[in-house]
T-cell receptor, first 114, second 115 residues
Framework: GAGVSQSPRYKVAKRGQDVALRCDPI?????LFWYQQALGQGPEFLTY????????KSGLPSDRFFAERPEGSVSTLKIQRTQQEDSAVYLC????????????FGDGTRLSIL | TQLLEQSPQFLSIQEGENLTVYCNSS?????LQWYRQEPGEGPVLLVT?????EVKKLKRLTFQFGDARKDSSLHITAAQPGDTGLYLC???????????????FGQGTILTVHP
């Protein structure tokens, strides 16, 4: 497809389970971002990749959160031992290059932890 | 820490009215972007402003970047029900040489336009 694709669209997990969220960016886009969006709030930055290199992970809430982009294309955000406060929409965005380039967002994965 | 204060949080108006949404910060941004987000979808970029004092128009929407590049506004003329949605401002900053476009979002303005 032409846009950023995220899967699954919805994920329900029990507290303590591990989850993996996938992002397929626009082909050729160098930059990839993950954001977390709580209900009724603006997205908050989690982490950034330039190609396969994770250059900034300052927004990851805890060491339970891990992201990778091994071949510089598809990225996976993994959350271990999920907690109820992890419930949110996780958005992925990609851009062609870096500063001042528009970020194209996927439709997100809505994660609910029971 | 919310570096971008967006106001108002909620706006409910009648079709045909005008409205302005504000986005303020004490920090300087290299660029500021406005997004619109519909339920169940990701944010969609409306405009990017880069130069202090810049004004951009997109049909009935007018965007302004403050002279000091710390604030911005979105003005909608003659609002229509199709304008209903969540409007987000987001600033990009280059800090310490890491100018990769990391966005800081405001908390959003939920706009409802009634027919």
């Amino acid at each position: 497809g032409a846009g950023v694709s995220q899967s699954p669209r919805y994920k329900v997990a029990k507290r303590g389970q591990d989850v993996a969220l996938r992002c397929d960016p626009i082909s050729g886009h160098v930059s990839l971002f993950w954001y977390q969006q709580a209900l009724g709030q603006g997205p908050e930055f989690l982490t950034y990749f330039q190609n396969e290199a994770q250059l900034d992970k300052s927004g990851l809430p805890s060491d339970r959160f891990f992201a990778e982009r091994p071949e510089g294309s598809v990225s996976t955000l993994k959350i271990q031992r999920t907690q109820q406060e992890d419930s949110a929409v996780y958005l992925c965005a990609s851009s062609l290059k870096t500063l001042n380039q528009p970020q194209h967002f996927g439709d997100g994965t809505r994660l609910s932890i029971l | 820490t919310q570096l971008l204060e967006q106001s108002p949080q909620f706006l409910s108006i009648q079709e045909g009215e005008n409205l302005t949404v504000y986005c303020n910060s004490s920090s300087v941004f290299s660029s500021l972007q406005w997004y619109r987000q519909e339920p169940g979808e990701g944010p969609v970029l409306l405009v990017t402003v880069v130069t202090g004092g810049e004004v951009k128009k997109l049909k009935r929407l007018t965007f302004q970047f403050g002279d000091a590049r710390k604030d911005s506004s979105l003005h909608i003329t003659a609002a229509q029900p199709g304008d209903t949605g969540l409007y987000l401002c987001a600033g990009a900053r280059g800090a310490g040489g890491t100018s990769y476009g990391k966005l800081t979002f405001g908390q959003g303005t939920i706009l409802t336009v009634h027919p």
